[in-house]
């Protein structure tokens, strides 16, 4: 039951207070006088300001730091302007990774969220399945690795990639297969990204896609078969037309977070073997905070943050426009 | 006829099931398996049981002195906590004024910060050199109230929207009633509106936590080894050959014990958390 506005002398005696500023203009509705106000401002600046000085404005800072010749030797502010070397040394390939950890992280892209949709697409398909006893038990496990810290996880199966004796080894002893280097060769760790990536963002896909299935009204499929439509063309026809919107929008945010993948290649093998992982957002954390007894290497670090961020802007717009999309419905 | 396939059916999806489910724990299974082995290196062949069991490695984890898990865990659980207060403090208010005021900027607010969770990642790493710069300059670099800090303010933008989404699902009834009542605004947050707003608020929270127990790269980077927290040093402790891959396991069970078991506790409201993505709207 609603409580009516009871009458009341404390809430007059507020309202025709001569110092509300808002008092005189706006209707005299209580919405008018609640809901309007400059106080909004007193509760939401020293969050905001928090959030300005410990992470907006060094970020703004590192755009000016990316004109800089920054390194560990002068990072006590005596670095020096030096205009755009950075970004030119960056774009002109020579004797930096720039392009070629483009092309590996893109690369990492391509795979790694094709094989986290289809995973989570199938796995969200299977276990929204009638036929699956305690669906409830099932998808509990099956978040998992989200719930675990990603550090404690990528060690895990570090530890699991081990050659020769680790976990995946010792098992492909047993059934007879030959043994994986994992972790030490190049293509073979590019595999093993994968494998974790997979495993560490499938529950985020799994999740969004399993509440787009349930969104999905059962009468629709009752009337298809009715019709005589086969499990496939259920599927093609009915399901997917439905899901594919909330599908495409998750898609995007984990591309955009493979994209990012840092910790993986720097706890798994650090990018390696000899650098031929190196994924882009490691390459600038390397730049930064492993080579920085390198002169010039931290402002050389924030340019290549600088263009990174570019692309990642692009996967934000996308982002941006299909969520849009997506809210309007 | 009829009941026999369908039957048959239950049994085979069920048993696709459980193999899905196996293959996907495997990872956890095996930490689990090597925690509870005694003394096993990690040149030692992978044992699908522990042979025999020992919880040895738990008792040296908690008692021993080499790992000195007990001073990393204080760490961790120090910056953790430290940061879920100061989250609280700071979101609580501001999500309320963004669900509830309307005032010039409100928007721009809010869609600059979501923009800037999808951003985060890539620029904050950049901001964590300059944030390395001024933190040296002001000798400030190897403490664990800073990154306490950083880690609340990194989570603004994240935790405004997820508890502004909360408040909008309380209708205004509810305050509007207390104002007409008499209620400061004061009384109203912390009277009227936290009680009702609980399951978002412990929502923030165990994201707020989860996020700093689980962080490694600015520890990483800013920290001396003195101050390592839990995450930091499991790197160092698989990185070293002499380490016994046991103790390792049991100190990385014991480390994700505490998120696990409130993960158990607020599993819906984590899921919806998660199926938001931090986007919603």
Redesign the interface.
Known sequence: M??R??F?L??RASDSKPDEKSGAKQPRT??GN????????W??I???L??F???????I??VY??FTD?WFGN???SFKFIGLANYQRLLSGVGTLFYYSLGRTFLFVGTSVSLKVLWGLA?AI??N?Q????RRV?R??????????????I??????F?YP???ID??FQSIGLPQVNWLGNATNAFIAYNIVEV?LAY??MM??IL?ALQSVPPSLYDASRVDGASSWQRLRYITLPLIWRPML??TI?TS??SF?T??IPY?LNGGGPSNTNLMV?LW??QQ??QNFYIPGM?GQ??AF??L??LI??A??FI??KV?GIT?EE | MKAIT?NL??A???I??IL??AV?????Y??IV?SLSSAVS?????QPFPNPLSFQAYYNVLFGSTARFFHRLGNSLFVSLLSLA?TLA??I??S???S????AG?RT?LYGYF??N??A??????????????L??LNLLDSLVVLA??Y???G??FN?WLLKTYFDTIP??F???A????AS?FDVIFRVLLPVAAPGIATVAVFSF?GS??E??IAN?LLSPENYTV?VS??IL?GSPATN?NL?AAM?IL??LP??VM?IIA?KY??AG??M?G?K?
Not at chain 2, 124 to 129: A, F
């Open positions: 609603k409580r506005p009871k009341s404390h809430w209580l919405s609640v809901w309007t106000t400059n106080r909004a401002y509760l939401i020293p969050g905001l928090l959030f000085v410990f992470n907006l404005y060094p970020i800072f590192s730091l990316s920054a990072i006590n502010f796995l299977i276990f399945s036929f699956i006893v305690g099932f509990s496990f099956l978040i998992l690795p989200w719930t675990l810290p990603a550090v404690l996880s060690l895990a199966w570090r530890a699991l081990y004796v680790g976990a010792t098992i495993w529950p985020f999740t969004v509440a929008f998750a945010l955009s977070s990012q840092l910790l706890l957002m600038g954390y930064a905070f931290m670090a924030a943050f600088m990174i961020s990642i802007l996967f934000m982002g941006l969520g809210a | 369908k059916l239950i085979a999806a069920t696709i099931g899905i489910v996907i724990i495997f990872p956890i095996v930490i090597s990690l040149f030692t062949p992978f100061l700071f979101v208010p501001a309320y004024a963004l509830r005021f309307r005032f409100r607010l923009a800037f999808q951003f990642a890539g620029m904050g790493l950049s901001g964590l050199i300059s944030l390395y710069a001024i040296n300059y800090v950083i609340t303010a990194g603004i933008p405004t205004k009834d305050d509007e009633a104002f007409v009542d008499g605004y989860m127990w689980g490694f790269i980077t995450p499991l790197n698989l891959w390792f990385a480390y994700a998120v696990v993960y599993q984590l899921q998660l199926a993505g986007v709207r």
